[in-house]
């Protein structure tokens, strides 16, 4: 394990992710946990992340006592850096020259870090004040212009710092600074998708005992599918998977749980089709919070009447809801530590809390893309692996005004062409997602074959991001946009009018409603 201490920035995430891109895995803690917990995890190396930009900043936490002592080869970033040069005797200078941004890094020297890499190379800097001069013993290797110590090591103790982000990508040899470390610390490249899944598995069979029952609410997703599909490896029949279908998915998406899911995984399935049910909940509802709500309860209602009939038929003896929960939930909830955190419990449709449950949660440990990786490993369709986030109310949301059966086919239709096109223009990983939304109730004249028409516009709402809360609108390639808005309009009797949404997040939401 190498430790990330998290001081508070962003940047922890990324860094657990760089780590373990390199095949070793990461764990990120407080910067409040004391260093006897730290080391009782027996980590093999320790990274201290960035945080606020200078030792002296109001909200600088403070470096636990003896973390530069412990004996396990430490890197500090950023702010790390800078606590490790005060912990130990260097100096850090109130300098008010700040850095942000890329900025050019001279190698001064290569030691451990920069071995074999160029001596002038871009890097992303993000700080106040800066470390002045180095503590005794140590060599300073890379400088900048406003920076005389940006990197310093002392390879013998076992410790490594750097001023800039190497964990970012802009930081041209990050990667590789990150990888001379891990090496150095002479941790070996063992996480791999196999021992992951092969460990989640043997993790779950354990928790669930050899006569233990579990239910999994799969929502056509990747994350639920994987977890059901690690749970059903640890414990086959006894896991019972619940797939509601609220008549709100996309087309296709229903099939690929119903058969391509069951086919890869062998799964134990029970289909609801509760779409009757939700379209009469929704019936004239035009408002898009009500909608949600809805959707969320009668949600809970199915679940809850297929609950009770799996108890029914298992004698009462079901002792285990799975979930999707993954390590960024886990991180941001303060439950890093493998302690019971809140959000979990609302992340199948708002499962309500008094569910008499334990959680089975095989993805608690993954990022999104390891889990991705994880359902490519366990053989699930690929179209479930890669789809795009799409929300749970599904298109019920992106029908502006009233949702209806017939609504619903037409938008199903034209967002099936939209993915088609984006897929088959090789687009798919460049954009976020891309939202079609039907105007239900607006419509416009138009002119197609010899007649006037009189149909709705479709919205495409391409955007790219990192992780939703922002966002901006991805630039398509025009022949794309032509092609879609041709196809859409040719194809989808209803609909004469495509329309491009060129607004970011902030101010627009990715989803209309
Ligand atoms: P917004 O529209 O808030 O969306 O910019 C941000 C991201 O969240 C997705 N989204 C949802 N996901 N339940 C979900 O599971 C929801 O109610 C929901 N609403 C929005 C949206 O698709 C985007 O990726």
Known sequence: TVLVVDFGAQYAQLIARRVRECHVYSEIVPWSMPVEEMLAKKPKAIILSGGPSSVYADDAPSVPVGLFQTGVPTFGICYGFQAMAQALGGQVARTG???FGGTDL??????????GLPAAQRV??????????????????????????????????????VQFHPEVLHSEHGQAVMKH???????????????????????????????GRAICALSGGVDSAVAAAIVQRAIGDRLTCVFV????????????????????TGVNLRVVDASDQFLKALEGVTEPEEKRKIIGREFIRVFEDE????????????????????????????????????????NVGGLPDDLAFELVEPLRTLFKDEVRRAGEELGLPAAMVWRQPFPGPGLGIRIIGAVTRERLEILREADAIAREELSRAGLDRDIWQCPVVLLADVRSVGVQGDGRTYGHPVV??????EDAMTADWARVPYDVLSRISTRITNEVREINRVVLDVTSKPPGTIEWE
């Not at 001279?106 to 071995?115: D, Q, R």
Request: glycine share 12%; charged share 20%; proline share 5%.
């Open 307 to 346: 609950q009770r009939a799996i108890l029914a038929g298992a004698d009462g003896a079901v002792d285990f809801l799975v979930q999707g929960t993954l390590y960024p939930d886990v991180v941001e909830s303060g439950g890093g530590t493998g302690t019971a955190n809140i959000k979990s419990h609302h």
């Open 181 to 211: 470390f891990l090496d150095a610390a002479g941790c070996r490249p063992t996480w791999t998708m196999l021992n992951i899944v092969e460990d989640a598995v043997e993790a779950v069979r354990k928790q669930i005992g050899p006569e």
């Open 124 to 161: 992303w800097m993000s700080h106040g004040d800066a470390v002045a001069a180095a503590p005794e013993g140590f060599a300073v290797t890379a400088a900048t212009a406003e920076t005389p110590v940006a990197a310093f090591e002392h390879p013998g103790k076992g410790l490594y710092g």
């Open 97 to 99: 020259v700040a850095e």
């Open 106 to 115: 001279n190698v001064l020297s290569e030691g451990v870090l920069f071995a």
């Open 245 to 264: 279908d609220h008549g709100l998915l996309r087309k296709g998406e229903a099939e690929q749980v119903e058969r391509d899911f069951v086919a890869a």
């Open 460 to 465: 495409l709402r391409p955007v790219t991001s």
